[in-house]
């Protein structure tokens, strides 16, 4: 008997999936099913952790302002 599993579908730019992509590959916990290179469906109840991964990845990646006082 096939299984229904509660998702929310999720509409980001394709470099934020890719991100997504990457943080699900390491354990499987929070896509459901990727449906284009924009959009996901990801586990209702993991939503919150991988905003909060998403952020952490996030802030890796941004590089902090320049303060060489071009003024």
């Given at each position: 008997m096939?299984?229904?599993i509660r998702g929310v579908l999720v509409e980001c730019d394709p470099s934020i999936k890719s991100i997504i992509v990457k943080i699900d590959s390491e354990r499987?916990?929070?896509?459901?099913?990727?449906?284009?290179?924009?959009?996901?469906?990801?586990?209702?109840?993991?939503?919150s952790v991988?905003?909060?991964?998403?952020?952490e990845a996030l802030k890796e990646t941004q590089q902090p302002p320049d303060d060489s006082g071009s003024e």
């Open positions: 096939p299984r229904a499987n916990d929070f896509i459901v099913e990727e449906l284009d290179d924009q959009t996901l469906v990801i586990k209702e109840g993991m939503l991988l905003k909060m991964r998403l952020d």
